[in-house]
T-cell receptor, first 116, second 116 residues
Framework: DTGVSQNPRHKITKRGQNVTFRCDPI?????LYWYRQTLGQGPEFLTY????????KSRLLSDRFSAERPKGSFSTLEIQRTEQGDSAMYLC??????????????FGPGTRLTVL | AQSVAQPEDQVNVAEGNPLTVKCTYS??????LFWYVQYPNRGLQFLLK??????LVKGSYGFEAEFNKSQTSFHLKKPSALVSDSALYFC??????????????FGSGTKLNVKP
């Protein structure tokens, strides 16, 4: 399968612990996005990478959140000192910037985080 | 402010009947509009997009959508619904931010229930 993959699919943690999620985009895609989705809502943008550069970051992303894409391929999203309000589905998407590309995003299956 | 509205939380339709899922948007400039579908515990799957040209666009699984600039709408339609179409549907609009980044705004989603 050459789609976007995310690991783990589910994560249960205790409040105050740190968690890290991984996203592997479609191999030729140079853009990578992280979203958060809570029950009954659409995805909310968190951050965006073009290659290895983090070009945009939402105000939703507090100082406890950090994302990296060190080699312009896979990305990690870390949440430090988790809070119960961080419980959500974290979605990763990738797209290709190029001639004729209209930035259609391809989504991974998501990582569901539950903070107890 | 940029926004996408899906006025119906849920749409119920009998199998074989036509279906419509509504979406309206508020953005500056010319929008690029998208529909995605989400099945339980799965990521979002791309259905179709409007970039320019013909107001009626056709997508995957027999879905189509009609772009109406005067009404700022992009309703999703299908002539004959299937039980397997039951899922959560999201409308999204792409808004350019600067030269290098396109931000996607998603609606809150509409749950489609197709009954046999």
């Amino acid at each position: 399968d050459t789609g976007v993959s995310q690991n783990p699919r589910h994560k249960i943690t205790k409040r105050g612990q740190n968690v890290t999620f991984r996203c592997d985009p479609i191999s030729e895609h140079n853009r990578l996005y992280w979203y958060r989705q809570t029950l009954g809502q659409g995805p909310e943008f968190l951050t965006y990478f073009q290659n290895e550069a983090q070009l945009e970051k939402s105000r939703l992303l507090s100082d406890r959140f950090s994302a990296e894409r060190p080699k312009g391929s896979f990305s990690t999203l870390e949440i430090q000192r988790t809070e119960q309000g961080d419980s959500a589905m974290y979605l990763c998407a990738s797209s290709l910037k190029g001639p004729g590309s209209y930035n259609e995003q391809f989504f991974g299956p998501g990582t569901r985080l539950t903070v107890l | 402010a940029q926004s996408v509205a899906q006025p119906e939380d849920q749409v119920n339709v009998a199998e074989g009947n036509p279906l419509t899922v509504k979406c309206t948007y508020s953005v500056s400039g010319n929008p690029y509009l998208f529909w995605y579908v989400q099945y339980p515990n799965r990521g979002l799957q791309f259905l179709l997009k409007y970039i320019t040209g013909d107001n009626l666009v056709k997508g995957s699984y027999g879905f189509e959508a009609e772009f109406n600039k005067s009404q700022t709408s992009f309703h999703l339609k299908k002539p004959s619904a299937l039980v397997s179409d039951s899922a959560l549907y999201f409308c999204a609009v792409r808004v350019p931010v600067g030269d290098n980044f396109n931000k996607f705004y998603f609606g809150s989603g509409t749950k489609l229930n197709v009954k046999p």
